[in-house]
């Protein structure tokens, strides 16, 4: 980030504007919305400019550019095209320590002014400083899109309540969970629709019982295989809004950081070999923080209900009367095969699809299913964690009349940038886990697995028998 980010007053304040064409008027437009007090050099302008003089609203000096013009004035803007103003000008500035953004010319500028999209006080800057005003244009216009046109209407409202809520609710984290509350619920609904009287109302019943305790909400949120961009968009809002994330250790660490900055992240992972808190410890933490009123999330890799024991934790934070809302992932299957460029099922190859977990809880019904009965032509079989049961899983296979030829490929940290693909025969299956890394890897058993594009595997992550 190369370039500070923040809102400036520029109420009452001098600002000098050189230029007097249509991009000089775009930038008006911008400078009178913010009620600078403008000071206008150019010899000649169009209608809309010479408008604003005679009302009054500007001071046009009606003459060429001269590096006196930018005494007394702490910014400045220039959107003129003669040749040899714009250096000039920033030389003029820099002399005077005023900062100055020169249209279209990063290399002279102290400040850019980005793409707005505009909600009343609410205030949406898009900046590329100077690489890519068009992306920034483009992305505006995606944020124009999603955002309610009354957005500013609601932000009123919460500004009219600020100090209410301060002096009713003195603790911080309290205020917090209560404008939560407000914003998702009907409060901000009225709001949005217009009706600003019945929002009123609501925020003042609200306001009158917002001391009375009130429980969290658990999320038991998919992170997906590990891009942050296959993150869905319930995920992303889902982190934005904690209070706290319980995380596994298979969680990429790219995604917590789309969490939002002050929320409390606790690790709370299990891998094969190192189980660093059972649980029963977990679910006491979820339900500790769901009564104190806090919004929950557990962060857990791929999907909560496909081996994440994401079933579990809702059970018990439920009969413990905790509301919990469940978001999908994308599961390990489907992003690591689509990452290795794996179709899980294919008209020609694969009709049919498994997916089994190399570890399930011992003397389970589940733990008793022989899905080894499934393999075979037109069907595919995702392992997950199954890496450190190659050799056993060839025995069983090859036991049951299984091909050694039967196409196999383990992908280790899919869909992630240190994703390590590896494909061959079933009858190599142990040889080629000894030649990946620690990283969560999923298996993929059939004919589709041949399609796989493999990948080197570097020397310094491979393991050694």
């Known amino acids: 980030m190369s370039f500070f980010p923040a809102f400036i007053?520029?109420?009452?304040?001098p600002v000098l504007l050189v230029g007097g064409g249509e991009q000089a008027a775009r930038k008006l437009r911008l400078l009178l919305k913010s009620e600078a007090a403008v000071t206008l050099v150019a010899a000649d302008a169009v209608a809309e400019i010479e408008g604003h003089a005679q009302a009054g609203t500007i001071c046009w000096r009606r003459e060429a550019f001269r590096p006196e013009h930018m005494d007394n004035v702490r910014f400045a803007i220039v959107a003129a095209e003669e040749p040899g103003l714009a250096e000039a000008a920033a030389v003029a500035a820099r002399v005077r320590g005023v900062l100055i953004n020169?249209?279209?010319?990063?290399?002279?500028?102290?400040?850019?002014?980005?793409?707005?999209?505009e909600r009343g006080d609410i205030t949406i800057g898009i900046a590329s400083h100077g690489a890519a005003p068009m992306l920034a244009s483009r992305i505006r216009l995606q944020i124009e899109a999603m955002l309610p046109a009354r957005l500013g209407d609601l932000a009123k409202l919460a500004g009219d309540f600020r100090f209410a809520v301060k002096r009713v609710l003195p603790d911080a984290d309290s205020r917090r969970r209560f404008w939560r509350r407000v914003f998702d619920g009907p409060a901000a609904q009225q709001a949005l629709a217009g009706?600003?009287?019945?929002?009123?109302?609501?925020?003042?019943?609200?306001?009158?019982?917002a001391q009375q305790a009130a429980e969290g909400v658990v999320h038991l949120v998919g992170?997906?295989?590990?891009?942050?961009?296959?993150?869905?968009?319930?995920?992303?809002?889902?982190?934005?809004?904690?209070?706290?994330?319980?995380?596994?250790?298979?969680?990429?660490?790219?995604?917590?950081?789309?969490?939002?900055?002050?929320?409390?992240r606790v690790p709370v992972g299990k891998r094969m070999g190192r189980h660093s808190m059972k649980q029963d410890d977990i679910?006491?933490?979820?339900?500790?923080?769901?009564?104190?009123?806090?919004?929950?999330?557990?962060?857990?890799?791929?999907?909560?209900f496909v081996f994440g024991r994401g079933g579990e934790e809702a059970d018990y934070l439920q009969a413990h009367g905790i509301s919990v809302t469940v978001v999908p992932g994308i599961t390990a299957a489907l992003g690591c095969a689509a990452a290795a460029g794996i179709p899980l099922t294919h008209r020609d190859l694969s009709s049919s699809l498994t997916l089994v977990t190399g570890h399930n809880k011992p003397g389970s019904e589940a733990g008793?299913?022989?899905?080894?009965?499934?393999?075979?032509?037109?069907?595919?079989?995702?392992v997950y964690m199954g890496l450190s049961q190659a050799e056993s899983i060839r025995q069983r296979l090859l036991g049951r009349g299984v091909s050694p030829a039967l196409p196999v490929a383990l992908i280790e940290n899919g869909s992630r940038p240190d994703q390590v693909v590896s494909v061959g025969a079933l009858a190599e299956l142990p040889a080629m886990?000894?030649?990946?890394?620690?990283?969560?890897?999923?298996?993929?058993?059939?004919?589709?697995?041949?399609?796989?594009?493999?990948?080197?595997i570097p020397q310094n992550q491979r393991r050694i028998a």
Do not use: C, Y
């Open 368 to 382: 008793e299913l022989d899905w080894t009965q499934r393999v075979g032509p037109g069907h595919t079989v995702a």
């Open 195 to 209: 009706d600003g009287a019945a929002a009123r109302e609501t925020m003042l019943r609200q306001l009158n019982g």
């Open 433 to 456: 886990a000894l030649r990946h890394g620690d990283g969560p890897t999923l298996l993929i058993i059939g004919e589709v697995a041949a399609k796989a594009r493999a990948t080197e």
């Open 102 to 117: 020169v249209v279209d010319r990063a290399d002279l500028s102290d400040f850019t002014v980005p793409a707005i999209v």
């Open 283 to 304: 679910n006491a933490l979820l339900l500790q923080a769901a009564r104190e009123g806090k919004r929950v999330v557990r962060l857990k890799a791929g999907d909560p």
């Open 223 to 264: 992170a997906g295989p590990g891009d942050p961009d296959l993150l869905t968009i319930a995920a992303q809002q889902a982190l934005l809004n904690a209070d706290v994330i319980f995380h596994d250790d298979l969680v990429a660490p790219a995604l917590l950081e789309r969490a939002r900055r002050d929320a409390d």
């Open 9 to 13: 007053d520029f109420r009452s304040r």
